[in-house]
């Protein structure tokens, strides 16, 4: 676990992978040791995110056996990475039920066993707030909804009634954690006036009276989870910069980007008691794309630490994953075991090396 704070610099790589060539501009933050004693720790928590979780149609028909979905083994060689008090990830598809069927994109409709799936590679929080929300209609919405709740997963983004509060506060040793979550649009088939409630939509508005509120709740860290960006480009846009800047100056203290399918940078202000931490895309999680280096994404793990009335941010890691097509299926695999994997292409571990480089 990195306890870092940075230098930053600009470093530009031109990169062949079996899919595309790619220019890639990232910014670089050298790490630096700050030591933080741990004599008189009486608590840590550890939150992790992952990417963006698609279900395409090849994932139909890879994890189908017996007329039964199975998707486990997409995550089992990933799972011990994914071990923390609270586990996120971004779900950008439906489950509307069998009786609507299965689809991949454009509109995603997966099988409700991938939520069994993510169960059992420890995720307990789904955001679903994210372009894909409609894909359904109001009704597959709501049913994502029920049924991740049902599984027993925390969600943030989309509501099921008017008293429900758009944000999320979680207690975890001593800690108060809250959490937002918005989107900037859902492929143009938005909730009617009726159902309006229902998703998160970027709104500085809206977000600066939920910041607000949210801060009145005596939280000690608020995370925003942002569906923003532009597809397949590995920096940031002039969009995402002016939004995390207003979430900042209104009292967020990490953004989380979603959407892009791509790394993007991240930055952070190297204030431990009052952090401004910003991962602008942690790319794709589990995903059939490849173009433009998708098939290559992040999970970010944050540390705190609670010491009697002092409480911290205290560390951050980045694990750079990778998608691999393992015969006929496909599983997801960290770092360290891509690097060493026989069937991954040379050029490919390169580009997993960079980018393993790029997030210290």
Same mark, same amino acid.
């Given at each position: ?14 990169? &062949? ?5 790619? =220019? /890639? ?5 050298? $790490? ?19 990417? *963006?979780?698609?279900? @395409? ?12 979905? *199975? &998707? ?12 923390? *008090? ?9 489950? !509307? ?7 991949? #994109? ?9 939520? *069994? !799936? ?10 679903? !707030?994210?372009? @894909? ?39 975890? %040793? ?9 989107? #900037? ?16 939509? /970027? ?14 709740? +005596?939280? +000690? ?5 942002? @569906? ?11 969009? =995402? ?10 009292? !967020? ?10 790394? =993007? ?6 204030? #431990?008691?009052? $952090? ?8 794709? &999680? ?5 173009? @433009? ?14 010491? +009697?009335? #002092? ?10 994953? &990778? ?13 360290? %075991?891509?690097?060493? +994997? ?19």
């Amino acid at each position: 676990m990195k306890k870092n704070s940075f230098l930053l610099f600009l470093i530009i790589l031109y990169i &062949f992978s079996s899919c595309v060539k790619t =220019q /890639i501009v990232i910014e670089k933050k050298k $790490p630096q040791e700050k030591i933080i004693s741990e004599v008189h720790i009486s608590e840590k928590v550890k939150i992790i995110f992952t990417g *963006d979780i698609m279900v @395409h149609k090849t994932f139909l028909k890879a994890f189908k056996k017996n007329n039964e979905y *199975d &998707f486990k083994p997409l995550y089992n060689e990933i799972k011990d990475k994914l071990k923390g *008090d609270i586990v996120f990830g971004n779900l950008e598809t439906t489950l !509307a039920g069998k009786k609507r069927g299965y689809s991949g #994109y454009p509109d995603f409709r997966s099988p409700d066993p991938i939520l *069994d !799936a993510l169960k059992d590679a420890n995720l307990t929080h789904l955001n679903l !707030a994210n372009n @894909h929300s409609m894909d359904s209609g109001i009704t597959g919405l709501f049913r994502t909804n029920k049924i991740c709740k049902e599984k027993g997963f925390r969600t943030i983004g989309t509501y099921l009634s008017k008293e429900e509060k758009h944000y999320l506060i979680e207690e975890i %040793k001593g800690f108060r954690f809250g959490f937002l979550s918005y989107t #900037y649009g859902v492929n143009g088939v938005k909730p009617n006036k009726k159902n309006n409630y229902t998703l998160s939509f /970027i709104n500085k508005e809206n977000m600066k009276k939920e910041l607000e509120e949210l801060k009145k709740k +005596d939280v +000690d860290f608020i995370f925003v989870i942002l @569906h923003l960006g532009t597809e397949y480009k590995f920096e940031a846009n002039e969009k =995402q910069k002016e939004i995390t800047k207003f979430l900042f100056e209104h009292g !967020a203290n990490f953004i989380i980007g979603m959407h892009s399918h791509t790394i =993007q940078p991240f930055s952070f202000n190297s204030n #431990y008691k009052d $952090p401004e931490f910003v991962a602008y895309s942690l790319g794709n &999680f589990s995903s059939v794309q490849c173009h @433009h280096n998708t098939d290559i994404g992040t999970i970010l793990t944050l540390e705190f630490y609670r010491s +009697d009335n #002092y409480k911290a941010f205290s560390a951050y890691d980045f694990t750079i994953t &990778f998608r691999k097509k393992n015969g006929n299926s496909f599983v997801i695999l960290p770092y360290d %075991k891509a690097i060493v +994997d026989e069937k991954i292409s040379t050029e490919k571990k390169k580009l997993l090396n960079h980018f393993n480089i790029l997030m210290e």
